[in-house]
C-alpha cells in the first residue's frame, strides 16, 4: 500500500473531506416536513390508543442483545456496531428497540403498574448492513408495546390496528398486513422437527437429480436455526420453501386458539389479512402471532411485530406476556418521496420585521425577542440592509404584518406596522406594539 493518490483520484471531481459515514445520512430543512410528520403522528396515534411514551439510550449492553435477540441471529452476528468503553464495558448501538424497551419496563419496575403498561418510542437504530434501496445504517423507527397483564389476543389485535392507523395517517394506501402463528416452543419444537425431515428428504432427492440444493446460508441454518430456513430470499431456497410443511399444522391448541382470537378481532373491524405460513421474522424472542405490513408495489416491510412473551425472561425478568410493532420512518418517507406525496410545513404565519440603518437594526434585534416572549411569531431579514429587499422576503414569506423601524421611528420609539395585504400603514409607540400586534392577529 501506497499512500500516494491514485491518478483516478486525482482526476475525479473532489470530494469533500468528511462525508457521513457509509449508509448514513443526513436529514435536511427540504424533507423535514416528513419526518416532522412522521413523529407528530406517531404521536397522536400512541395518544388515541393510549401509549406512553419512553425513550431509551442508543448504547446499550451488548448482551442484551445477545441474549434478548438472540446470539444465533444476523443482527446479533454481523449487523451490530459494537465497542469497547474505556471503563471496558461491552456496548452496542441499539439494533432494535424492543429489547431496550423491555430493559427499562424491568429496571424501572413497571411490573408495579396497572398492567399492561402502553409504551411507545420513536428513534434512530443501528445495524451494519449492506446499504441499498430503502435499507440505511442508521434508520428510524417507531413503534407501540404493549407489556405485562394476560396473554389477551386482543392486545396483538390493538398493535396491529394502531400501526395500520399509522400507516394510513402517513398517506400510505391500503397497506397489506401478513400474518402468522409460530406458536409457542413446544409448537416449534415439533415443527422443526418436521421441517427438518422434509428439508433432508429434498436435499436427497436433489442430489440424486444433480441440481436442486439449498443456498450456503440454508445449510447452515439447517444446524442452526431451522425457522430461518422461511425466511431465505434465494430463489432456489425459496421454491422448496413453497412446499414447506405450514406451521399452522403443528400449533397446539391453546396456540391455535389464540391465534384464532387475533384473527377474530381484526375480522370484528374489517381489516384485511392475509395468512403467510412462512412468515417467521427471525428474532428469538417472538411467538405465537408475528406480522408484517407491505404494499402492493413494495417487497419490503414497511414495518412489523408480534409477540415476545420469552423476551423478559431471556434478559432476566419475570416471564411477562408482550406484543409489539414496529414501523420503519425511511421506507414510509421513500414511498413517499417517489410517489410525489408532499407533506406541506403546518406554516402559520408570522411577523416581518424590517430594519433601515444600522441603529434601527440594532433596535429589531431587541424587539424579535420581545415578540418572542409574547409568544408572536417573527421572521425576519437582518443579513439585508436595503428597504426593498426586506419588503420582497415579507412577501415571499407570506407575512400579513410587516414592523418597520427607520432611523425617525428610533427617534420616537416607535414602530410603522404595516398591512401587507391593503398596504395601510400606521405607526404605533413600540410599548404599544405587542398589543397592537395581538389585537390585529385576532381580527
Ligand atoms: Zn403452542
Ligand atoms: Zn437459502
Not at 92 to 110: D, H, K, Q, W, Y
Not at 352 to 375: D, Q
Request: charged share 30%.
Amino acid at each position: 500500500m501506497t499512500n500516494a493518490p491514485k491518478e483516478k483520484e486525482i482526476t475525479a471531481k473532489k470530494q469533500p473531506a468528511f462525508q457521513a459515514p457509509k449508509g448514513m445520512r443526513d436529514i435536511l430543512p427540504s424533507e423535514a416536513a416528513y419526518w416532522e410528520r412522521a413523529r407528530e403522528t406517531a404521536s397522536d396515534i400512541a395518544e388515541a390508543y393510549g401509549f406512553g411514551y419512553v425513550e431509551t439510550p442508543v448504547l446499550e449492553n451488548t448482551d442484551l442483545f445477545s441474549r434478548g435477540v438472540g446470539g444465533g441471529t444476523d443482527i446479533v452476528e454481523k449487523e451490530m456496531f459494537s465497542l469497547k468503553t474505556k471503563g471496558g464495558d461491552s456496548l452496542s448501538l441499539r439494533p432494535e428497540m424492543t429489547a431496550p424497551v423491555m430493559r427499562s419496563f424491568i429496571e424501572n419496575g413497571m411490573s408495579r403498574l396497572p398492567q399492561p403498561v402502553k409504551l411507545w418510542y420513536y428513534g434512530p437504530q443501528f445495524r451494519h448492513e449492506n446499504p441499498q434501496s430503502g435499507r440505511f445504517r442508521q434508520f428510524y423507527q417507531t413503534g407501540f408495546e404493549i407489556i405485562g397483564g394476560e396473554q389477551d389476543p386482543v392486545y396483538d389485535a390493538q398493535v396491529i390496528v394502531a400501526a395500520v392507523r399509522f400507516l394510513e395517517s402517513m398517506k400510505i394506501k391500503n397497506p397489506i398486513i401478513q400474518i402468522n402463528s409460530i406458536g409457542c416452543r413446544s409448537c416449534r419444537t415439533i415443527y422443526r422437527k418436521k421441517l427438518l425431515d422434509f428439508y433432508r428428504k429434498e436435499l436427497a432427492a436433489g442430489s440424486k437429480k444433480k441440481g436442486k440444493a439449498i443456498c450456503k446460508d440454508c445449510e447452515r441454518r439447517m444446524d442452526t436455526n431451522v425457522l430461518r430456513l422461511l425466511d431465505c430470499k434465494e430463489e432456489g431456497c425459496e421454491e422448496i420453501k413453497n412446499r414447506a410443511p405450514s406451521i399452522l399444522d403443528s400449533l397446539d391448541s391453546p396456540c391455535r386458539a389464540h391465534f384464532k382470537g387475533v384473527l377474530e378481532f381484526l375480522d370484528e373491524i374489517g381489516l384485511p389479512y392475509s395468512l403467510n405460513p412462512y412468515l417467521v421474522r427471525g428474532l428469538d424472542y417472538y411467538n405465537r402471532t408475528v406480522f408484517e405490513f407491505f404494499t402492493e408495489e413494495e417487497n419490503i416491510a414497511l414495518g412489523g411485530g408480534g409477540r415476545y412473551d420469552y423476551l423478559a425472561d431471556l434478559i432476566g425478568g419475570r416471564p411477562t406476556p408482550a406484543v409489539g410493532v414496529a414501523m420503519g420512518i425511511d421506507r414510509i418517507i421513500g414511498i413517499l418521496k417517489s410517489a410525489d406525496i408532499v407533506f406541506e410545513p403546518r406554516r402559520k404565519e408570522k411577523i416581518f420585521v424590517v430594519h433601515v440603518g444600522e441603529v434601527a437594526k440594532k433596535k429589531v434585534f431587541a424587539l424579535i425577542e420581545e415578540l418572542h416572549k409574547a409568544n408572536i411569531r417573527v421572521t425576519e431579514a437582518l443579513g439585508k440592509d436595503s428597504l426593498q429587499s426586506q419588503m420582497k422576503a415579507a412577501d415571499k414569506e407570506g407575512s400579513p404584518i410587516a414592523l418597520i423601524l427607520g432611523q425617525k421611528e428610533v427617534y420616537e420609539d416607535a414602530a410603522i406596522v404595516r398591512d401587507m395585504k391593503t398596504g395601510a400603514q400606521e405607526t404605533v409607540p413600540l410599548n404599544k406594539i405587542v398589543e397592537e400586534i395581538k389585537k390585529r392577529l385576532k381580527s
